[in-house]
């Protein structure tokens, strides 16, 4: 599948996801890109055996990413106390109190699939 046939499959869902996390509709087209672009730079994309999978994996991936140099910025023009994680981040900014507690105890993989499956209603495959 070429580029522009994966952007007009999975560009507006993509997108919808990544704005979950951040809230910010500038920080999200950004990183849509960025996530595109790495799907350019594979060598051989044939070989991936679930793209919508990897898609995403790859949007949780550069959005987390794209947080924390966010912050590394925010943080040397602050200089201020102590900066939350990428993940405390997306939680803060579209997750309820309760939701977001739960969260906090799972680990990085085990957060990812849980967002994937109740907020983009993805199937649990293996």
């Given at each position: 599948?070429?580029?522009?046939?994966?952007?007009?499959?999975?560009?507006?869902?993509?997108?919808?996801?990544?704005?979950?996390?951040?809230?910010?509709?500038?920080?999200?087209?950004?990183?849509?890109?960025?996530?595109?672009?790495?799907?350019i730079r594979i060598q051989n994309p044939k070989k991936i055996d679930n793209i919508k999978s990897y898609l995403y994996r790859t949007s949780y991936h550069c959005t987390v990413e794209y947080i924390n140099k966010k912050k590394k910025v925010s943080f040397l023009k602050n200089l201020k106390g102590k900066m939350p994680s990428a993940e405390d981040e997306v939680l803060q900014n579209h997750l309820d109190p309760m939701l977001e507690k739960g969260l906090k105890q799972l680990n990085d993989e085990e957060k990812t699939i849980f967002l994937l499956r109740v907020l983009e209603e993805m199937p649990f495959v293996k």
């Open positions: 599948m070429d580029i522009e046939n994966l952007v007009n499959e999975y560009g507006d869902r993509l997108f919808k996801y990544i704005y979950r996390m951040t809230r910010n509709k500038e920080d999200a087209e950004d990183i849509l890109q960025e996530v595109f672009i790495e799907m």
